[in-house]
């Protein structure tokens, strides 16, 4: 009998070590995932830079901002914008872009793919047919139209991947 409860509690003690190797390799496992990034986690940004000032842009994940990164990864791109209707800046890219257009309830910030070769960057709202390609991280409304140069026409905007241009 006493070799019997023996082997009982062995068998027991050896069950709580195997699930705790096991929990202890789990937890290892996703401390290890979540430190390696991924593309499905990583963030793209782009910066644009006007009148000398930079913004960053996290942009939307989707074939028109792949495309454009990939022309970005070449070098910046500049292009003239003219303000509009009193709520945004646009102007065509020299280039096209793939489209994935729907129906976009435009806010402040946001940078927007019209016509697949036309870019517009909002200070105010608009709803359209557009393909999102980002939003200008941490800007106010008001600060959004100073930088952005709202009302101006002729201003040169660059679109980069990195900080510097």
Known sequence: METKEMTKTAFIHRLIMLV?????????????????????TMT??????????TASVTLADN???QALVEKLQQAPVTVTLNSSGGFEIWGPLGFSLPTSNER??????????????????FYGTNSWTYTRLGKIDNLTA??????????ENNISVTLSLSRTT
């Open 44 to 53: 793209q940004k782009m910066y644009i830079t006007i009148g000398g000032k």
């Open 142 to 151: 008001s600060e959004l139209t100073t930088f952005l140069k709202a009302g």
């Open 104 to 121: 976009i309830n435009a806010q402040p910030g946001d940078v927007i793919l019209y016509s697949g070769d036309n870019i517009c960057i």
């Open 63 to 65: 074939s028109a901002t």
């Open 20 to 40: 705790t190797a096991l929990v202890i390799i789990s937890c290892s496992s996703d401390e290890t995932q979540a430190q390696t990034p991924n593309d499905e």
